[in-house]
Each structure stands twice: as C-alpha cells, then as structure tokens.
C-alpha cells in the first residue's frame, strides 16, 4: 500500500502553485449539467474526488472530456438516467449536488446517499427542506435520495444551519424554478459565490451570493459557456501552515488573499510575517509559533478544514492553546496519531481540543484518518526529528494535486513508498 516516506526538520522554503478549488468544481460539474450545450471549465484540480464525480457523470451519459490536465470539457445533450447510484459516489460528498442539478432541469433526480470524509453526522435535512419548499416530494428509498415535482416554485426558505452544501443545491434547483427564490441564512464561502458565477455566465439570475441573502429569480433554460474555477484556499491555507510549522519561507501563488483573511490574521497571532500581493501570500516564519485560541465557524470565521493544520501548529507552540470545533463533531481523530509524534493535546466533549506545546515532534509512523487531518500530520511529520511514515494516503490524493511533488519542490523530504524496502532506499538516500 502507498504511503509518504519523511524525513523531517527542513524548513520549507521556495514558491508553490495552487490549484483549483475542489469543493467548487464539484457543484460546477453538476450546475454545467443543467445545460444541454457544451460547457468549458477551466483551473480544474487534478485529484480523486474530481475523478469519482466525473466517472460518475460519464455513467449517466454525459460527455466529459479533459482537454488538458486541468480543462474539462462537457455536454450534458445525452443524458439517459436519472439515477446516479455509482459505489464510488457514496464515498464524495459531492456528489449529492446532481440532486439540485436535475431537480432544477429535470423535476427529478435519484442520487445516492453521500459520504465524504468521516468528520461527524454531516445531515441533509437542510438539503431536503429547501427542494420541498420549492415543491418537490423528496424521499430516501433503499439509500436513495428521490426527489421529484411536477413543478418546481420560487419560495422563500430560512435555513436553520449555516450550509455550504445545502445553500448551493438548492440555489441549483432554484435557479430553473419558476418565480422568485429568497434563501435566508445562506453559507458565504468563496465556492458557493463561484457555483453562483459559474451560472449567471450560463443565464441564470442570482443576486447576493456571499452574502446571508440570495436572490434567485428563475430561468428557463441554461446555456453553455466557459468559466474558471477560483483557487482553492484550503490548499493555499495548508502550504501556508506548512510554512509557519517547518520554520519556512513559502510563497503561496495563484490564490486570492481575500478568501484566506481568517488563516492570515491567524499566522500573525502565532507570530509568522505574512505578506500579500495580488494573487500571491508568502510566510516567514522566523520564530516557533505563539499559543492562541482558535473556534472554527463558517465563512468568513476560520474554516473548519483549516482546523487539524492549525492545531499542529499550536501543538508546537509555548504555552497552552485551546481549539474548538463548531462544525463537524468528529474531528480531532488525527490527535492520537499526532500524538504519537509527542503532542500534548486533550479532546474534551469532542469540540474542545486542550494542547499543551511540546516545542518539537519526534518522527513516527502515522495513518491520515481523513483528508484534512491526513494533510496536517505529513506537515507535522516535516517538522518532525527523524523519520517517519504516513499511511492511508488515499484520503489525502481525494483533494490535494501532487501534494508531496510540490512538497518537494519546497525542499521537503518526502516520497511516495509501497515496500517497508523503498522506505529503507528512502532512508539511505536521505541520511
Ligand atoms: C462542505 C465541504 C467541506 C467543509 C464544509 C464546511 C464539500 C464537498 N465539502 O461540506 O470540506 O468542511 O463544507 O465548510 O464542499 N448540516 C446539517 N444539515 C444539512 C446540511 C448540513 O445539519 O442539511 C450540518 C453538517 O452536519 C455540519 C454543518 O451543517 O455540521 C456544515 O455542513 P455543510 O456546510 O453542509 O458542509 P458540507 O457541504 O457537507
């Protein structure tokens, strides 16, 4: 099985390319299928997750080509079931955003229950609430999600969460309503204001995305067009971690320094220098980091798949610090694998993590739990004396593109291992 191979202790320094957002791309997928014509989508990351929702979408007829590694093109003329029941969807969250796409076009669509990441319960009753407000019978059926309208109604829908997920699906399904759709309480994170471009420059008419309220007044049709996706901040927010946590000097390219104003304004509490241009942020981290509290909270608040890299930063810092997590209820399970680096982190009521700073981690043999955790323990492990390996890597390919080349590139020492004996050649390459 493939795992990282580590050696740990070199500060990360040089210059890193981020690609596009995934948790973008993937309801843009589904919003390109609410259009017959041919859709050109560009700054599409190349990782698992986006590979698993495009097979997917070949499986129900529609045409997706990738014009180079990060250009897709595609036509959704041919669809010929509604159905989409692929195994490897249950496993991305994602995919759940067909729902909103063919309710919309369609008035009807049948998708699987979703997973993604094991963080906590992750509920759709939001979901489901905003398509039958708009007048959709929705039920869940042998682990189907079956929503169907004669006609689908603008309404208007007071989430009572804060959802990124729920505010883009039913803003998708609004978007080929008839009337008027008002969304109270919407989620503001840069991809639901991208999935809410990527349609106006289709035809649709929606007002107010990032803010509380959005305004979707309906179309009848959606054409085709061809869109870029924004970068995604939770990479640029890793390598920026990475910088702070390796002592380094990373200068993080291609991304928009007003998505990441939560992660910068947290680096400079723990005392890093961070500089902003245009499209790039660099960060210097001369000192080790400072002690601070951190709750995680949804847009523009510090994100919640920033949570596990800060705390690996904490955990290195003098004094104590205190992280909480208000989104996900299960996600501090990467803290007994850090642990065995040599943290000092307690959970309480499991949103509550206590760390006491060590000042160094030790290399260790470690498994990634989920994709933001998995990300945050190859950081502490670069950070780490010694060796060490990280397992599970799967989890960490769903969202990062050539997460340990580009590691590399900032001489990190890092390597993709299969055999107990490439991580021996590793070792003797690198000692
Ligand atoms: C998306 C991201 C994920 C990120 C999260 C929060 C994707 C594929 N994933 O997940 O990386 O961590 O936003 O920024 O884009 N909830 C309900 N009922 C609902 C919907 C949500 O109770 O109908 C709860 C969830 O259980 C969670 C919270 O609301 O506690 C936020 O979830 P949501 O914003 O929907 O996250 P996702 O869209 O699943």
Do not use: W
């Not at 309480?348 to 760390?355: F, H, M, Q, R, V």
């Amino acid at each position: 099985m493939e795992q990282y191979a580590i050696k740990g202790g070199n500060p990360l320094v040089g210059e890193v390319e981020i690609a596009g957002a995934k948790n973008a791309a993937l309801p843009i997928f589904a919003a390109a299928a609410m259009t017959e014509e041919t859709v050109y989508i560009d700054n599409v990351p190349d990782v698992r997750d986006i590979d698993v929702m495009l097979d997917a979408m070949r499986g129900i007829g529609v045409m997706v080509k990738k014009a180079d590694r990060h250009r897709i093109v595609m036509n959704a003329g041919n669809i010929h079931n509604l159905t989409v029941e692929d195994d490897r969807c249950k496993k991305i969250r994602g995919s759940y955003y067909l729902l909103g796409a063919f309710l919309g076009r369609y008035k009807s669509a049948e998708v699987v229950l979703p997973g993604g990441c094991d963080i906590g319960s992750r509920g759709i009753d939001q979901h489901l609430k905003g398509f039958r407000a708009l007048g959709a019978e929705v039920i869940i059926e042998h682990g189907l999600i079956k929503a169907r309208a004669a006609q689908l109604r603008g309404s208007h829908i007071y989430m009572d969460k804060v959802s990124v997920g729920a505010t883009i699906n039913v803003m998708m399904a609004a978007t080929l309503a008839e009337g008027m759709t008002i969304i109270e309480n919407c989620a503001k994170e840069p991809h639901v204001v991208d999935v809410a471009n990527f349609l106006n420059s289709c035809g649709a008419n929606i007002k107010g995305a990032g803010t509380d309220v959005i305004r979707i007044r309906g179309v009848a049709r959606l054409h085709g067009t061809e869109y870029g996706i924004i970068p995604d901040q939770i990479e640029a927010g890793t390598y920026m971690f990475a910088a702070a946590v390796t002592r380094g000097d990373v200068l993080v390219k291609n991304v928009i320094p007003k998505h990441l104003e939560s992660v910068t304004a947290k680096l400079l509490e723990i005392g890093c220098e961070v500089e902003e241009a245009d499209d790039c942020i660099r960060v210097v981290a001369a000192r080790p980091p400072m002690h601070t509290q951190v709750r995680t909270l949804p847009y523009p608040g510090f994100p919640t798949d920033m949570q596990p890299q800060i705390t690996v930063a904490l955990a290195l810092a003098k004094g104590t610090s205190i992280v909480t997590e208000s989104i996900f209820e299960n996600r501090f399970k990467y803290v007994d694998e850090l642990a065995r680096m040599g943290a000092d982190i307690k959970v309480e009521g499991g949103d509550t993590a206590i760390i006491d700073g060590v000042g160094k981690y030790t290399g260790a043999s470690v498994t990634a739990p989920d994709l933001r955790g998995g990300a945050a323990l190859v950081i502490a492990a670069l950070a780490a004396e010694g060796f060490s390996t990280v397992d599970d890597i799967k989890y960490i390919e769903r969202g990062y593109e050539d997460f340990h080349l580009k590691l590399q590139s900032l001489g990190a020492q890092i390597e993709l291992v299969e055999t107990d004996k490439d991580f021996q050649k590793f070792k003797l390459k690198v000692s």
